[in-house]
């Protein structure tokens, strides 16, 4: 088996150079995209801590000041623990 040329070998660096770019990429995107997703946990858990306390705080002033509570049929009903 011949060695191969220098053209070969500069062909085959080239290549190996492209993809190790590529690589590189790929893996910073990878880091963006796993922090953007950390993120979205933690605003997901956001939204449902917020939307657990409007639920209890409604129903606490419903049953202290007696004031009509029940849900309008505009508002958007949202319910502790359901997933967002």
């Given at each position: 088996?011949?060695?191969?040329?220098?053209?070969?070998?500069?062909?085959?660096?080239?290549?190996?150079?492209?993809?190790?770019?590529?690589?590189?990429?790929?893996?910073?995107?990878?880091?963006?995209?796993?922090?953007?997703?950390?993120?979205l946990?933690?605003?997901?858990?956001?939204?449902?801590?917020?939307a657990?306390?409007?639920?209890?705080?409604?129903?606490?002033?419903?049953?202290?000041?007696?004031?009509?509570?029940?849900?309008?049929?505009?508002?958007?009903?949202?319910?502790?623990?359901?997933?967002?």
């Amino acid at each position: 088996m011949a060695a191969p040329s220098a053209h070969e070998l500069d062909v085959l660096d080239d290549a190996t150079a492209r993809h190790e770019q590529r690589v590189a990429h790929l893996l910073e995107s990878k880091a963006a995209l796993e922090k953007r997703h950390a993120e979205l946990i933690e605003f997901r858990h956001v939204v449902r801590e917020t939307a657990s306390f409007f639920t209890v705080s409604d129903s606490r002033e419903c049953l202290t000041t007696g004031r009509d509570c029940r849900q309008r049929a505009d508002e958007p009903r949202i319910e502790p623990g359901r997933r967002i």
